[in-house]
């Protein structure tokens, strides 16, 4: 092996507050058919460190921000080195071509002691690839995983947010998609950190009975943001408010949908101003108790405020190796479910997009259902009521003996019961003039006299059916 690049440094608060990202540039050679990039630093690998530093790699098509052609693949801190031949690369890398021109590693200063922290990279060619680092995309790679239509409208349950070994989980890619289809899932979004390494599978594995959504999960120092619907990796390397709405206007433009993910203490929280032009919100990540309720606020901030995004749920699961985990917190814990026009990829974003979604706490947790009706016609969540009068808001509860059922408008509470029956339901009429919108929630057991609706768990939930412009009663 031949050395490209040995690099020694030290890190200080300093660097970190003047750019969050360092580029290393090394020259490779024509004729080389693996490269070997390995990393360490200061208290690399033991979770409580004060030093996180982050690992990826761009090649000569270049690595300015926006135009990040060269991007070969991103690793965070989850793993020490990364291979990369013409066939195979590390999870995470992109195989392909290794171009003779000027390379990049590039280091994340995600968090850097106040003392600093030494680091070292150090980059290896050879001219034989070697053994592949990791299996090849199967074949059928190449088909269209965007377009399987078939099955005309109904509600598909799935996932939004999960991750492999692609990013910083320790079971593998294969592991979580057969994880999701045990489950019953019809979608499931693969969201891996700041790379797109995932996608190529995406397109094998996928199938009329489990649609693979390509997304990542856009992880920055100051909050993370998913993308659904990817055709090509999305920049990630965002400071300012500026520089996020750059990314959320790329991802715009190649058809996705993003999405704030988890706004809630250790989240990590979003740093950035809640107004930015952003889809959904993960109003619910992982099992419920994971101070999900800091997450609904802010959802209900934003619509409170006017905002008409959707409210989603997303796992965050990752995946576990082969018998490890707990059955408590899997893939579809909770559940989203979208009513899609088709079962294709473009049509649960659309429905994502239009808010015709419902969350629940697992695949088989107790549904939820709420409608406006005003006359023959009837709306259902995310749709719009337009002017006429009063609408008679109905609810429908199935399998939620014990638990309670609210209901919420942009003026606050409207109503909350016991549910003592299945199916459970019952009709409030309604001005959506003066109350802006309406939503219903499916709340836990209560224990305690003093607990308040806020306290309890959350079964399901939905989106709102909305009151449009001058949609005042008469």
Same mark, same amino acid.
């Given at each position: 092996?031949?050395?490209?690049?040995?690099?020694?440094?030290?890190?200080?608060?300093?660097?970190?507050?003047?750019?969050?990202?360092?580029?290393?540039?090394?020259?490779?050679?024509?004729?080389?058919?693996?490269?070997?990039?390995?990393?360490?630093?200061?208290?690399?690998?033991?979770?409580?460190?004060?030093?996180?530093?982050?690992?990826?790699?761009?090649?000569?098509?270049?690595?300015?921000?926006?135009?990040?052609?060269?991007?070969?693949?991103?690793?965070?801190?989850?793993?020490?080195?990364?291979?990369?031949?013409?066939?195979?690369?590390?999870?995470?890398?992109?195989?392909?071509?290794?171009?003779?021109?000027?390379?990049?590693?590039?280091?994340?200063?995600?968090?850097?002691?106040?003392?600093?922290?030494?680091?070292?990279?150090?980059?290896? @060619?050879?001219?034989?690839?070697?053994?592949?680092?990791?299996?090849?995309?199967?074949?059928?790679?190449?088909?269209?995983?965007?377009?399987?239509?078939?099955?005309?409208?109904?509600?598909?349950?799935?996932?939004?947010?999960?991750?492999?070994?692609?990013?910083?989980?320790?079971?593998?890619?294969?592991?979580?998609?057969?994880?999701?289809?045990?489950?019953?899932?019809?979608?499931?979004?693969?969201?891996?950190?700041?790379?797109?390494?995932?996608?190529?599978?995406?397109?094998?594995?996928?199938?009329?009975?489990?649609?693979?959504?390509?997304?990542?999960?856009?992880?920055?120092?100051?909050?993370?943001?998913?993308?659904?619907?990817?055709?090509?990796?999305?920049?990630?390397?965002?400071?300012?408010?500026?520089?996020?709405?750059?990314?959320?206007?790329?991802?715009?433009?190649?058809?996705?949908?993003?999405?704030?993910?988890?706004?809630?203490?250790?989240?990590?929280?979003?740093?950035?101003?809640?107004?930015?032009?952003?889809?959904?919100?993960?109003?619910?990540?992982?099992?419920?108790?994971?101070?999900?309720?800091?997450?609904?606020?802010?959802?209900?901030?934003?619509?409170? @405020?006017?905002?008409?995004?959707?409210?989603?749920?997303?796992?965050?699961?990752?995946?576990?190796?082969?018998?490890?985990?707990?059955?408590?917190?899997?893939?579809?814990?909770?559940?989203?479910?979208?009513?899609?026009?088709?079962?294709?990829?473009?049509?649960?974003?659309?429905?994502?997009?239009?808010?015709?979604?419902?969350?629940?706490?697992?695949?088989?947790?107790?549904?939820?259902?709420?409608?406006?009706?005003?006359?023959?016609?009837?709306?259902?969540?995310?749709?719009?009521?337009?002017?006429?009068?009063?609408?008679?808001?109905?609810?429908?509860?199935?399998?939620?003996?014990?638990?309670?059922?609210?209901?919420?408008?942009?003026?606050?509470?409207?109503?909350?019961?016991?549910?003592?029956?299945?199916?459970?339901?019952?009709?409030?009429?309604?001005?959506?003039?003066?109350?802006?919108?309406?939503?219903?929630?499916?709340?836990?057991?209560?224990?305690?006299?003093?607990?308040?609706?806020?306290?309890?768990?959350?079964?399901?939930?939905?989106?709102?059916?909305?009151?449009?412009?001058?949609?005042?009663?008469?």
């Amino acid at each position: 092996m031949r050395t490209l690049l040995r690099w020694e440094g030290r890190f200080t608060p300093a660097d970190k507050a003047a750019s969050d990202y360092v580029l290393l540039p090394f020259d490779v050679p024509p004729g080389v058919a693996r490269l070997e990039v390995r990393y360490t630093f200061e208290g690399q690998g033991q979770p409580e460190s004060p030093n996180v530093i982050d690992l990826g790699l761009f090649d000569p098509r270049g690595a300015d921000f926006l135009r990040g052609e060269g991007f070969r693949g991103w690793s965070g801190s989850a793993r020490t080195e990364a291979v990369l031949t013409p066939r195979a690369a590390t999870p995470g890398y992109l195989p392909g071509p290794l171009l003779p021109g000027r390379w990049h590693v590039i280091l994340g200063l995600y968090r850097i002691a106040p003392q600093g922290c030494a680091c070292a990279v150090t980059v290896l @060619a050879s001219e034989e690839e070697g053994p592949l680092p990791h299996p090849p995309p199967p074949e059928g790679a190449t088909e269209n995983f965007l377009s399987r239509p078939g099955g005309g409208p109904a509600w598909l349950r799935g996932d939004l947010q999960s991750h492999s070994h692609h990013s910083d989980a320790p079971g593998s890619l294969e592991d979580l998609v057969a994880a999701a289809r045990r489950r019953g899932l019809d979608f499931l979004a693969v969201t891996e950190h700041n790379t797109v390494s995932h996608f190529p599978y995406l397109r094998a594995w996928s199938g009329p009975d489990l649609l693979l959504i390509p997304g990542e999960e856009v992880t920055t120092y100051y909050g993370h943001m998913n993308a659904w619907g990817l055709s090509r990796w999305l920049d990630f390397r965002c400071r300012t408010v500026e520089e996020l709405r750059a990314v959320i206007d790329a991802a715009h433009a190649m058809g996705a949908l993003v999405s704030i993910n988890h706004p809630k203490t250790d989240g990590p929280p979003w740093e950035y101003p809640p107004d930015l032009p952003v889809d959904a919100v993960e109003a619910w990540q992982g099992p419920w108790p994971l101070r999900n309720r800091e997450s609904l606020a802010f959802w209900d901030r934003l619509l409170r @405020a006017g905002r008409r995004v959707t409210a989603v749920g997303g796992s965050d699961k990752h995946q576990d190796q082969p018998g490890e985990g707990t059955p408590f917190y899997q893939v579809g814990h909770p559940t989203t479910w979208v009513y899609a026009a088709d079962r294709t990829i473009p049509a649960i974003l659309e429905a994502i997009r239009s808010g015709r979604v419902v969350i629940t706490a697992d695949v088989e947790a107790p549904w939820l259902e709420l409608t406006a009706e005003r006359g023959d016609t009837t709306w259902m969540v995310g749709e719009t009521v337009p002017p006429g009068g009063a609408v008679r808001a109905r609810y429908r509860v199935w399998e939620g003996e014990g638990l309670h059922l609210r209901l919420l408008s942009g003026e606050g509470e409207l109503l909350f019961l016991p549910v003592d029956r299945s199916p459970f339901e019952g009709v409030l009429e309604l001005d959506l003039g003066r109350h802006r919108y309406v939503r219903a929630e499916l709340r836990g057991v209560r224990h305690f006299a003093e607990e308040t609706p806020d306290d309890l768990p959350m079964v399901a939930m939905t989106n709102p059916i909305w009151g449009g412009p001058g949609s005042e009663g008469p």
